[in-house]
Structure formats: C-alpha cells, structure tokens
C-alpha cells in the first residue's frame, strides 16, 4: 500500500547565531505536537512533514529561506523567531501569499497593519510592559531605569516599556543604559549604581542581562529587575544563578512546570516520554503547533495555502487546552495571556 503524500510545513528560526538556544527549544516543542498528531494519523490520514531551515537570527537568510520553502509548496510557515527577522519576513510572506504561524516577535509591525498571512500567537511587547507596569505601580516603585540592547530587538521591546511608562501616573522613568556587542556593561553598571533606581527593566536577551545583573549585584546594587519574556528566564538562571535571584519576568505562555492548565500537562506529558526538558520557548513553538495543526484539519482538502488562510480567519476564541488564540473577522489578535513568574532558588521559576 503506498504512503499518503505528506502535507508540507516549512520552518525557518535560528538553530546558529546568538539565538540558537531559543531557536531549538521552539523546534523541539513543535516537533513534540507534530510527532504527537502523526502518530494519530496525521490531517486526513496524512502525514505532516516539517521542513525546517537555520536563518541564523539573520533577517536577509530567513527571507532566502520563506523564498526556498514556498518554492517546495510548504502550505505554511511555522515557527519564526526574532525582531529582525520577524519584521523582515512580514512582508515578504504577503507577497509569498504564505500563510505564516508563531512569529515570537511582540513588535507592533506584527499586528498592524493588519496583513491576510500573518498570524501571531503570543501577545505582543506592548502587553507585556503595561503588565509589568501596573505590577509596579501596585508594589508603589516610583523610578526605575531602562537597559537597553543597542539593536533592533533591544529597541523594540524598550520602546514598550517607554509607552507603558509614558502612560503611568507614579512610575517614573530615570534614564535609559545601553548595552551590547560593542558597549560593554561596565558604564551600563556605574551609572545605574548612581542612578539608585528602586526597579530595572531589562530590554536584552538573557546573555547581556546575566552580565548586567552579575555586575550590578556585585557593585552593591540591590533593586529588583523585570523583564519581558523574550528575555530567556531558565537560560537568565543558568548565566547568573546568585545575581538573578528575585527577577520577575512578564511571560506570554503559562509556567511550563505548572500542570493547571491542560495544555501544559499535554506538553509536559511529551517532554517525558521523549526525555527532554520543558522551557518557555518549547511551550510557545508547541503551542503555534497546535494552531498550525487546527488550521490544517479545518482546512478544506486537499490543503492549500487559502484553505489555510479561511480556516485560520474562522477561529474565534479557539481553546486549545484552557489557552484561547482568536483571528476571527479582522483580527490578527492571537493570544492575550501574560502572566509574572520571578526566579526563587536554585534557579526554578516560580509565580
């Protein structure tokens, strides 16, 4: 009996590059999904078939890559990660007519425009800063300073926590550090020790972030630090075990150890089998699989990249295990869950 033709999805993230990390946790959260659902028969008894390239956190090679996957008829995207790729590859999938799942940027370009192949999962940056602003403003913090990765992504993310600053009546903003590749974070430290902010809000990913922290905490520097959930908090605990103690970070899916929601008991009951360990990210590329699976069984067979798109546009609040994604009529909404988790001892996170 011949094998059912798959049904292609193409994948492009950084499995290289200064995001490699997060990029493979993605992978082999939505992996988990995809196995699972195959192992079940598949979308109409066929198999789905993941074609995964590396773009190395470089915006110009994830382009190539959506280019190369739609040239193998994939019938949708799945999985891109990154400020500058995200924001690359957004208008690039439009012309592609190729239907695009995930995107773990919270960039406003995501969701506005409104664009017919673009469907993000996580709630955006400007969430997640007001989240963790209104938190402040209950714990009475009244100054707080801003580090900033000198980047795009860096950029993006603080210009959130800027707005939802701009927009509190009693937190106020002391000035802005700029960290990164070619600023080291010694000046970043001596001038947040003279600044004596009660709060820090870190804008980096968790490599510039443990440094600052472990700096900051040896010179004497005793606030609290926040930040959003592109910050990779378990990869934060392993950097700076003693100097990111206490750090609460906004996170766009549930706490990946907590078994109250049934989308988490679903992956973390595949992470056993397959022997891996539950993160963040692997929770987020599992859950945009989920999506691209709903997407694919609803679509109208055989699958095609439209089929996708009128099947994704007719979810209105759909529940995928006590986690609701919506896309219906206009909106490009996906997810608006955040929550606050803080690093405890040894390096678990903990609500």
């Known amino acids: 009996m011949q094998a059912a033709e798959p049904v292609l999805v193409g994948r492009t993230l950084p499995l290289s590059g200064p995001l490699a990390s997060y990029g493979k946790e993605k992978m082999v959260g939505a992996d988990l999904a995809i196995d699972a659902e195959n192992a079940k028969g598949g979308v109409g008894g066929r198999p789905i078939k993941v074609v995964t390239l590396d773009d190395r956190y470089d915006p110009e090679v994830a382009v190539q890559n959506a280019r190369a996957l739609k040239e193998q008829q994939v019938v949708l995207l799945l999985n891109a990660l990154g400020v500058g790729p995200v924001a690359r590859l957004v208008p690039i999938v439009e012309d592609l007519k190729l239907p695009t799942i995930g995107l773990s940027s919270g960039a406003p370009e995501v969701r506005e425009p409104l664009r017919r192949y673009v469907f993000p999962v996580r709630a955006d940056y400007n969430e997640e800063a007001r989240f963790t602003v209104r938190q402040l403003e209950v714990l009475a913090v009244a100054s707080v300073i801003l580090v900033e990765q000198?980047?795009?992504?860096?950029?993006?993310?603080?210009?959130?926590?800027?707005?939802?600053?701009?927009?509190?009546?009693?937190?106020?903003?002391?000035?802005?550090?700029?960290?990164?590749?070619?600023?080291?974070?010694?000046?970043?430290?001596?001038?947040?020790?003279?600044?004596?902010?009660?709060?820090?809000?870190?804008?980096?990913i968790a490599a510039p972030a443990a440094d600052f922290m472990k700096a900051y905490r040896a010179g004497g520097g005793g606030a609290f630090a926040y930040a959003m959930s592109v910050t990779n908090a378990s990869q934060l605990a392993q950097l700076a075990p003693e100097a990111s103690r206490g750090m609460g970070f906004s996170q766009v899916v549930p706490l990946p150890t907590s078994l109250t929601k049934r989308i988490v008991r679903e992956y973390v009951d595949l992470t056993n089998k397959q022997r891996?360990?539950?993160?963040?990210?692997?929770?987020?590329?599992?859950?945009?699989?989920?999506?691209?699976?709903?997407?694919?069984k609803r679509a109208t067979k055989p699958v095609t990249s439209e089929g996708v798109i009128n099947s994704l546009t007719s979810m209105t609040n759909l529940d995928i295990g006590d986690f609701e994604v919506s896309y219906g009529g206009t909106s490009r909404t996906g997810s608006r869950y955040v929550e606050m988790v803080m690093i405890g001892r040894n390096g678990r996170l903990t609500r």
Do not use: C, N, W
């Open 276 to 296: 891996v360990e539950p993160t963040y990210y692997g929770l987020e590329g599992f859950i945009e699989a989920k999506v691209a699976i709903e997407s694919l």
């Open 150 to 204: 000198d980047d795009s992504f860096g950029k993006a993310v603080a210009d959130a926590y800027r707005t939802a600053l701009r927009q509190s009546t009693t937190v106020r903003l002391l000035k802005t550090l700029k960290v990164g590749r070619d600023r080291p974070v010694t000046e970043a430290v001596a001038e947040a020790l003279r600044a004596s902010p009660q709060s820090i809000l870190m804008a980096t």
